[in-house]
């Protein structure tokens, strides 16, 4: 995410704020209710947001968790593909006897 566009979503929550209060102002409430209402509001998305991040936290959902495991699956394509047919027969041979002494 870039600066700009956490600033954009900083003056969006803001002006959602504003907004809410607005609208509770128009619906009836007085200022003090409109102010305590829209806060709950905003409140219970930050609430609900930081619930999603540590849903993807924990479950490594992260956008650095998805680019290390590319990375990680692209580096060890690119080492495979560096071996030669015997090196690849070798290393297979090997993978075959320790499940075959696992077993």
Avoid: C
Wanted: aromatic residues 10%; proline residues 1%.
């Amino acid at each position: 995410m870039r600066r700009l566009d956490a600033l954009g979503i900083v003056f969006g929550v803001f002006l959602a704020g504003g907004l809410a209060y607005l609208v509770l102002q128009l619906a009836g409430l007085d200022n003090l209710e409109a102010g305590i209402w829209s806060q709950v509001l905003l409140v219970g998305g930050l609430i609900g947001w930081l619930m999603t991040y540590i849903f993807r936290a924990v479950n490594h959902k992260m956008t650095y968790h998805q680019q290390r495991d590319k990375y990680e699956e692209a580096y060890f394509q690119k080492r495979l593909d560096e071996l030669s047919p015997e090196e690849l027969a070798k290393i297979q041979a090997e993978i075959e006897q320790e499940k075959d002494s696992q077993v």
